[in-house]
């Protein structure tokens, strides 16, 4: 008899993602009206103004570890990390999984540069405020959680080294897609032994008479997933059990701008 084969629980991804409605709105077989895309780039950027809270939600979901000891992993593609402003990136106390075809290596030297870079810049932090307390008193200040970045050729590959990793060592927390478009289209595509969540932030401005924003990159709406069909929404108490954090249901304003926090996931 061969020996019995330790099949590990695959790896849940959760897709955190903020979009904007484009009309026009069409109906669905079941009468529901939805956009027909959903915009979430504009010129290799967002398409709306500085969203406070929904900046610092992304923060503070993708930070927090599930557990003492382990880090969180963000995947992103190229562009999505070169979005990111300079002096934040890699950004802190995540595991930063940047996926690009780039053969040539200058993408991976470029990330590596820059977590050197950050990891310089916050042993430098460190050293001054050591010298400035006064107290014996040590804090870990990271609460555990490392600032790392990998560089992958692809998702399956990213995910592979994430569990033969951080995984198998017992230091991976949660793993969170984290766009662009490419990305999650590929996280879509993955086979349905994965579970697959996601988290939106919708976005709309709140005088309607303004318009839509404008915008050139578009999530890859799977049509199951505007029908219904092999998804479910799920209720605000379970979005804030993924996110480990309250999430209210309904609008709340910012401004010019409105958003709601809504989840899915995707039936096994
Ligand atoms: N609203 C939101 O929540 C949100 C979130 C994230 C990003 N965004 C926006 O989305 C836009 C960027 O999205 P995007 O779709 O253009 O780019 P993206 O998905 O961030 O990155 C695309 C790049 O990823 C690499 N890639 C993609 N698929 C791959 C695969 N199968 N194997 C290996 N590498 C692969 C390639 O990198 P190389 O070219 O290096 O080969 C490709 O050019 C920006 O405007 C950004 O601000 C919005």
Not at 35 to 49: E, K, S
Not at 70 to 75: F, H, L, M, R
Not at 103 to 112: A, D, Q, R
Not at 260 to 266: A, F, I, L, P, S
Request: with cysteine; aromatic share 6%.
């Amino acid at each position: 008899m061969p020996p019995q084969q330790h099949l590990p629980n695959p790896l849940t991804l959760t897709l955190i993602v903020a979009t904007t409605p484009i009309p026009p709105l069409r109906t669905t077989t079941t009468g529901e009206k939805v956009p027909c895309r959903l915009g979430i780039g504009q010129n290799g950027t967002l398409p709306w103004p500085r969203i406070k809270a929904d900046m610092s939600f992304f923060a503070r979901v993708t930070s927090r570890a599930p557990r003492a000891g382990t880090t969180n992993a963000i995947v992103m593609g190229r562009k999505t990390y070169d979005s990111v402003p300079r002096k934040l990136r890699p950004l802190g106390k995540r595991i930063n999984v940047v996926v690009t075809r780039d053969v040539s290596g200058t993408v991976k030297e470029g990330v590596l540069r820059e977590l050197e870079a950050k990891r310089a810049a916050a042993a430098a932090a460190a050293t001054a405020a050591a010298a400035n307390t006064t107290t014996t008193t040590t804090t870990s200040g990271s609460g555990g959680q490392e600032t790392d970045a990998v560089v992958g050729s692809g998702l399956e590959e990213a995910l592979d080294m994430l569990e033969k990793g951080y995984a198998a060592e017992g230091k991976l927390g949660s793993v969170f897609v984290i766009g662009g478009a490419e990305i999650y289209a590929a996280a879509l595509r993955l086979g349905r032994e994965r579970p697959v969540r996601i988290v939106v932030t919708e976005v709309e401005k709140t005088r309607e008479e303004d318009g839509p924003f404008e915008c050139d990159t578009f999530f890859p709406v799977d049509e199951e997933l505007v029908m219904q069909k092999g998804w479910r929404k799920a209720g605000a108490k379970e979005v804030s059990e993924w996110v480990g954090e309250n999430v209210e249901e309904g609008w709340k304003e910012e401004g010019e701008v409105k958003i709601q926090m809504v989840g899915y996931e995707r039936l096994l």
